[in-house]
């Protein structure tokens, strides 16, 4: 028989799920948990705000598709961990997070530090639960990994009473724990699928309503977003010729320089993947689920198109859309059976199937002049003597790095939220998944220093750069702290304007330009302050070399200076088709 305490079993269980770091802060409810780990061999990173831990376990995740971990005690701790929770959640990221509890006896008391995390957390993760007896925890923990990556991804919360960690329980052994791909393709991910009987028909539908489609586009989602479905999705295009574009949690899918893709759609999308969507006759949508920011006024979203929808969410599909063929599968197993069958299609001579293919030739190609051409513009656009154009600039970080000796498929991109967050989905050049990392659905400012940190502690051998704003950079600039500590990889870049950007954007388009609460009055000295907490910062537009020092080995912080009238282009106001836009 083994003996071992509620403490001893969980962090016994993280080491069986291959778990090498977590994050967080310890605090009362969670102390005997934090006694047990600092026995172990798992590393643990000491944040400054327990929001942090949380986005440093989502930027482990992200970048590398493994959950990862993150903790935090009972109350306020727990209170802070749920904006992160809340995101992953959003953006369908694999996280558990484990939190500490008052004693059982004392929950529904009002004790000290005691909130109802598991209420709150309910709604916010794809499944939470308090554990209320320790020989549980077996069962609980290698759960809460296997419902994070079935299926849909998602966050898994585990509320753990401080009594239930210190309790001594005896079994017979430890259970077995599955791999992360094993968790993937499970019986419980399959559950919600369509039956295999099924896939051969929809997918025979699909490939004969691609074939005769003369302005057909490919849709990518964050579901695309993985190394496997990257590759599916390049094998597809290279037997199908057509337009792709992709949501802002799609970037990186299909490579920014590969052939027809037209980038990111939507309120902010580029003007030819707008157009695109507006005329297309097919939409093969994968692993997307049309949101609002992507699809504008939805009646006026590709209005004659017919929908063929692929995604592993059952919930997703004629949600918002009706789909005229639908398959409820992962992108990665559901892509290659589609190319395959495609291709066979295409070489049919007849039944229109050249006809069509020269009509998408010629659409395809009048679509990227008009591409090539709003880039050039916006690309060119002069700025004042005391800035620069942070589209050029942004689209150079490649360049510039390169020049320091860091390789562009070297780089992970992490951004928070507002002007620079849609300048960098439409003007970095992204060629691979997983090297654009935002907070899409849930828009969450402060996401983008702690994910970076996260995504650097997951990928040593790689450059982090971290694009924000300075009115993003300041809801967690106390993780400047945990860099500089960490010593990690990461490149901050802060786009300074004065003002909450996005705010201001859009009170001057819409609101008669009353800037409300959106200019700052005053202005830290980012310098100073990155300098403050030991991290080497530079002024880009002071010094021609910058990228010397903001790309050398460890921590370095960037600040540029920006005009406050620069705006994001196209912009949807509401109301209006994503083709309406204010170009």
């Known amino acids: 028989m083994i003996k ?24 009362g409810s969670i102390l005997p948990l934090y006694d047990e780990l600092n026995k172990s061999g798992i590393n643990h990173i ?78 916010i993760t794809k499944h939470s639960v308090m554990v209320k007896n320790a020989l549980d925890l077996l069962t609980v923990v290698p759960q809460a990994f296997a419902i994070a990556v079935s299926g849909r991804p998602g966050p898994v919360l585990i509320d753990v009473p401080r009594d239930v960690q210190t ?23 399959k559950k919600f699928c369509t039956p295999e009987s099924e896939v051969p028909a929809v997918i025979e539908t699909m490939a004969q309503t691609l074939a005769v489609a003369k302005k057909p586009v490919l849709y990518a989602g964050g579901g695309c977003n993985s190394s496997d479905a990257s590759r599916a999705i390049a094998a597809l295009l290279s037997v199908y010729d057509c337009a792709v574009v992709s949501s802002l949690m799609g970037i990186g899918a299909v490579p920014s320089s590969a052939k027809n893709n037209f980038g990111m759609l939507g309120m902010h999308g580029n003007y030819a993947a707008n157009r695109a969507m507006h005329d297309a006759d097919v939409v093969l949508a994968m692993g997307v689920r049309f949101d609002d920011r992507a699809t504008g006024v939805i009646s006026k979203f590709c209005p004659d198109a017919k929908i063929l929808h692929i995604d592993i969410d059952a919930a997703e599909i004629n949600k918002i859309l009706p789909a005229y063929k639908a398959l409820v599968k992962d992108v990665e197993s559901a892509v290659p059976l589609l190319a395959e069958k495609v291709a066979a299609v295409c070489s049919v001579k007849g039944s229109g199937n050249e006809e069509a293919a020269a009509a998408r030739k010629d659409w395809v190609s009048s679509l990227a002049e008009i ?66 990392l935002t907070s899409g659905s849930l828009g969450t400012m402060g996401f983008g220093l702690p994910v970076a940190l996260g995504a650097a502690v997951a990928n040593p051998q790689k450059r982090v750069v971290c694009i924000s704003g300075d009115g993003s950079i300041l809801m967690n600039i106390q993780e400047l702290a945990t ?27 819409l609101f008669d330009k009353n800037y409300s609460a959106s200019i700052f009055k005053k202005v830290p000295d ?26 050398a080995a460890g921590p370095h912080f960037v600040k540029l200076g920006i005009d406050m009238q620069e705006n994001v282009l196209p912009f949807v106001p509401a109301g209006k088709a994503n083709i309406d836009a204010v170009r």
């Open 526 to 551: 980012f310098m100073k302050v990155a300098a403050g907490f030991g991290i080497d910062a530079v002024d880009a537009l002071a010094d021609d070399k910058w990228y010397e020092k903001a790309f």
């Open 483 to 509: 860099l500089a500590e960490l010593n990690l990889n990461v490149t901050v870049i802060v786009l300074q304007n004065g003002s909450l950007g996005m705010v201001r954007q859009q009170q001057e388009y």
């Open 167 to 189: 309790a001594v329980v005896e079994f017979e052994d430890w259970p077995k724990i599955a791999s992360v791909y094993e968790g993937k393709h499970s019986a419980l991910a």
């Open 46 to 123: 000491l944040v400054r705000q327990e929001q942090a831990a949380g986005f440093i376990a989502q930027g482990m995740t992200r970048s590398t598709g493994i959950p990862a971990v993150c903790m935090a005690t009972s109350g306020p701790g727990a209170m802070n961990l749920l904006t992160a929770i809340a995101d992953a959640r959003c953006d369908s990221v694999p996280i558990v997070a484990f939190t500490g509890q008052v004693n059982s006896a004392l929950i529904g008391t009002d004790a000290f530090q005691e909130a109802d995390t598991f209420g709150l957390s309910f709604p």
């Open 371 to 436: 591409f090539v051409q709003t880039k050039t513009v916006e690309l060119g656009r002069p700025a004042n003597l005391e800035s620069v154009n942070p589209r050029a600039f942004i689209r150079s970080i490649p360049e510039f790095a390169a020049k320091a000796g860091v390789a562009a498929e070297d780089i992970i991109v992490t951004t928070d939220v507002g002007q620079h967050q849609m300048w960098s989905a439409q003007y970095y050049p992204v060629e691979l998944p997983r090297q654009f």
């Open 4 to 27: 071992a305490t509620g403490s001893q079993i969980i962090v016994k269980l993280l080491e069986l799920e291959g778990i090498k770091t977590v994050a967080g802060i310890p605090g």
